[in-house]
């Protein structure tokens, strides 16, 4: 098992790593696996519903209650923490979905294991903000991603991102000004007033967030058809 993710035997094994095994009809953890379903994750689901991606699913809050509120919609959620796959697991198992997926994949991968147009659209929720300048090129939200949805993305899909951090959310507004394609078709430094509050499905960092009464930052952007 451990050689799914390690290349060396590891003194001290995660215990969340054998107990993904437990959720097989929820986590996917072969890369080669995964790799075999880009352009065809359709087959996997048995459906031609549209797939929605989540990168960073954390402890899949924000999955499970959009699969179980959206079930003509296909979700496959990425995220690296083993002991958060299974607790999205857990809460996909207890809703007995049928529309969600977890991989445990970096975000970063995407072009490895999705085909040309397959995903409708992208969710970015609470994302790290690396802070540091020296960090900022480790953030998610750069022209690299806008290069993997030139590929994967749908025209007319579109990328929706939520963040607490104020810095992280005008950066990105900066960069949109510069990426050709793509366009912000609404955005607001507080989510939970807006008009997109009502069908806006939390997360666990954002209710944290919410529970402190701070205020969510939310960014929509479109690709262009
Ligand atoms: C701050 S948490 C937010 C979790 C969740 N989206 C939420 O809003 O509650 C960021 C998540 O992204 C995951 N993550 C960080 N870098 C990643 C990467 N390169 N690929 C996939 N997931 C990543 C982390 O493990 C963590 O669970």
């Not at 991606?53 to 402890?59: D, R, T, Y």
């Not at 366009?183 to 939390?202: C, G, P, W, Y």
Request: aromatic share 14%; glycine share 6%.
């Amino acid at each position: 098992m451990w050689q799914n993710f390690f290349e060396k035997e590891k003194k001290f094994l995660n215990p969340y790593i054998e107990r993904m095994k437990n959720y097989k009809d929820y986590i996917m953890y072969e890369k080669e696996k995964m790799n075999l379903y880009k352009g065809s994750w359709k087959e996997y689901f048995k459906n031609d519903n549209p797939i929605y991606l989540e990168i960073g699913s954390g402890a899949g809050n924000f999955i499970a209650r959009s699969g179980e509120k959206v079930k003509d919609k296909n979700f496959i959620g990425i995220e690296i923490k083993f002991k958060r796959l299974v607790l999205a697991a857990q809460k996909c198992k207890k809703r007995n979905l049928k529309n969600v997926l977890l991989l445990r994949r970096r975000g970063e991968e995407i072009l490895e294991f999705l085909g040309k147009s397959e995903i409708s659209g992208l969710y970015i929720n609470f994302p790290d903000p690396w802070e540091k300048e020296k960090q900022r090129k480790n953030r998610m939200i750069q022209q690299g991603l806008f290069d993997n949805l030139d590929v994967i993305m749908k025209k007319g899909g579109k990328i929706f991102f939520k963040t607490d951090h104020k810095g992280y959310y005008m950066d990105v507004l900066e960069l949109m000004k510069d990426i050709k394609g793509y366009k912000i078709v609404f955005n607001t430094e507080d989510l939970h007033s807006s008009d997109r509050a009502k069908e806006n499905v939390s997360t666990e960092f954002e209710d944290m967030f919410l529970k402190k009464g701070m205020k969510i930052n939310y960014i929509e952007i479109e690709k262009e058809v």
